[in-house]
């Protein structure tokens, strides 16, 4: 005859079947994520590649010099050599110019130079033609505020002499021949440029005509005679060679005053 069961047993054991079923249940696998470990520092290797490597110099330190050329244009890195060999001329003097110095001055790669002039007669006889160009615009300017030939004539001798005084190191650059190559374009179209206003000046002195590339020997000659005479007077002025003179004057008279009388003094005793 078979037992009667209480409902409270059967509950005890239906729970504990279901817990050992449980027990022995296979584990689910877990939806979170795995939790990632810390990446491991990797050394730095020993040498970049070369597409990405920066320009360093012989030592291993980034080159200075290169990162402010690379923010220059082609143009612009050009002028500012110029700007910098202008500094170096007006400072240390032609001695002291070299396409090293350039380069240092400017800020730029030691190649610089050389890539845009060639060598250092290149840099300054396109040195020399800014000063020339310059040299010429100052003339042409006084020469504007002048009403007759003969008054236009003397202002550009005043400006003449003017430039040379303010930009000493430039003009003895700019009538240094052994030093300039006379066939650079960019010097050979400044000078023709100022030589075209002084045969333009002796031309109007003369009231004809005066074509700079042909010249009678009339012509050719006031030419010669006009520009010895400013350009000796400048040169002898710059070397400290009128001092002596200067200081025999009555007190009051300057170079300029000077010069002024050299430019009207007659040639020929007074009568």
């Given at each position: 005859?078979?037992?009667?069961?209480?409902?409270?047993?059967?509950?005890?054991?239906?729970?504990?079947?279901?817990?050992?079923?449980?027990?022995?249940?296979?584990?689910?696998a877990s939806t979170k994520a795995p939790r990632k470990a810390?990446?491991?520092?990797?050394?730095?290797?020993?040498?970049?590649?070369?597409?990405?490597?920066?320009?360093?110099?012989?030592?291993?330190?980034?080159?200075?010099?290169?990162?402010?050329?690379?923010?220059?244009?082609?143009?612009?890195?050009?002028?500012?050599?110029?700007?910098?060999?202008?500094?170096?001329?007006?400072?240390?003097?032609?001695?002291?110019?070299?396409?090293?110095?350039?380069?240092?001055?400017?800020?730029?790669?030691?190649a610089a130079p050389t890539h845009h002039f060639g060598d250092?007669?290149?840099?300054?006889?396109?040195?020399?033609?800014?000063?020339?160009?310059?040299f010429n615009a100052a003339m042409v300017a006084a020469a504007?505020?002048?009403?007759?030939?003969?008054?236009?004539?003397?202002?550009?001798?005043?400006?003449?002499?003017?430039?040379?005084?303010?930009?000493?190191?430039?003009?003895?650059?700019?009538?240094?021949?052994?030093?300039?190559?006379?066939?650079?374009?960019?010097?050979?179209?400044?000078?023709?440029?100022?030589?075209?206003?002084?045969?333009?000046?002796?031309?109007?002195?003369?009231?004809?005509?005066?074509?700079?590339?042909?010249?009678?020997?009339?012509?050719?000659?006031?030419?010669?005679?006009?520009?010895?005479?400013?350009?000796?007077?400048?040169?002898?002025?710059?070397?400290?060679?009128?001092?002596?003179?200067?200081?025999?004057?009555?007190?009051?008279?300057?170079?300029?005053?000077?010069?002024?009388?050299?430019?009207?003094?007659?040639?020929?005793?007074?009568?």
């Amino acid at each position: 005859m078979a037992k009667l069961r209480s409902p409270a047993r059967d509950k005890a054991t239906a729970a504990r079947a279901k817990v050992k079923k449980a027990a022995m249940a296979p584990k689910k696998a877990s939806t979170k994520a795995p939790r990632k470990a810390a990446p491991k520092a990797v050394p730095a290797p020993k040498a970049a590649s070369k597409t990405s490597a920066p320009q360093t110099s012989p030592l291993g330190v980034r080159s200075s010099a290169r990162r402010a050329e690379v923010r220059y244009h082609h143009h612009a890195l050009r002028d500012t050599l110029l700007v910098a060999a202008e500094r170096i001329l007006e400072r240390d003097g032609l001695a002291g110019l070299t396409l090293r110095a350039t380069a240092r001055e400017a800020g730029v790669s030691h190649a610089a130079p050389t890539h845009h002039f060639g060598d250092l007669t290149g840099l300054v006889s396109d040195l020399a033609a800014i000063g020339f160009a310059r040299f010429n615009a100052a003339m042409v300017a006084a020469a504007a505020g002048a009403a007759t030939p003969l008054e236009q004539a003397a202002a550009r001798a005043r400006a003449y002499l003017a430039y040379a005084r303010a930009h000493p190191a430039m003009y003895l650059l700019m009538f240094r021949t052994e030093r300039l190559d006379l066939n650079r374009p960019a010097l050979r179209d400044a000078t023709n440029a100022a030589f075209a206003g002084l045969t333009g000046t002796i031309g109007d002195l003369r009231r004809e005509a005066v074509d700079s590339q042909s010249l009678s020997l009339d012509q050719a000659a006031g030419i010669v005679r006009a520009w010895s005479l400013v350009h000796g007077y400048t040169t002898l002025l710059l070397d400290g060679r009128l001092a002596e003179i200067l200081q025999r004057l009555p007190p009051g008279v300057d170079a300029e005053t000077l010069f002024g009388a050299v430019l009207t003094a007659p040639l020929r005793p007074p009568a």
